[in-house]
């Protein structure tokens, strides 16, 4: 019989992982496809609301699309004027933190978590992600695990960011390379 690298059935979630319980994990996830999917699109306000309620940091004044999703809210901090677009997934097993001023696309997705692919159990292998203020996350953009975002940066439509992001730099392509400086003279 030939040697396994990965046994699902040994994977475990961690004690406490979530953050929360799982009746408390179910209870969002059944909100979040109902009155939050399901609100009108101007209802930025009622949106806010349910996140605050399941205990993510929302700004004043944010943009968050009804079709946007959120793993754990509660481990979520979202700045003053930002908004997060349709389809947007932040996939935050631990903690997304996100600036002021801040723009997430439609279809990006910001991701914390994965797995370890050298262990047999398939462990999580998670880190945080910061967006600093004023960054721009173009169209269908991934990130990844424990990558920040500095101050002013864009990042351009489809690119795949595996790295931390330069302040005020303009990056574009899979993977995400430097482009220019977001102002030129």
């Known amino acids: 019989m030939e040697d396994k690298v990965q046994d699902l ?20 996830w059944i909100v979040q496809a109902t009155l939050f999917r399901l609100s009108p699109q101007p209802a930025y306000r009622w949106r806010a609301m349910l996140l605050r309620a399941f205990g993510a940091v929302v700004g004043s004044n944010t943009r968050i699309r009804p079709t946007a999703r959120f793993t754990y809210p509660w481990k979520i901090k979202i700045g003053d004027n930002s908004w997060i677009g349709d ?7 631990v903690p997304i933190i996100i600036g002021d001023d801040v723009c997430i696309s439609q279809d990006s997705y910001l991701c914390t978590g994965s797995h370890d692919m050298t262990k047999r159990s398939f462990d999580y292998d998670c880190a945080e992600i910061l967006v600093q203020d004023q960054v721009w996350i ?15 940066a864009v990042v351009g439509a489809r690119s795949l960011v595996l790295s931390d992001v330069e302040e005020g730099a303009v990056y574009a392509g899979q993977p995400a390379r430097r482009i220019r400086d977001r102002h030129q003279q």
């Open 138 to 152: 173009a169209t269908g953009c991934f990130v990844s695990p424990g990558v920040t975002l500095k101050k002013g």
């Open 87 to 93: 389809r947007a997934e932040l996939y935050c097993l």
């Open 9 to 28: 059935a040994s994977f475990r979630v961690p004690t406490g992982f979530r953050g929360r319980s799982q009746l408390t994990c179910q209870l969002w």
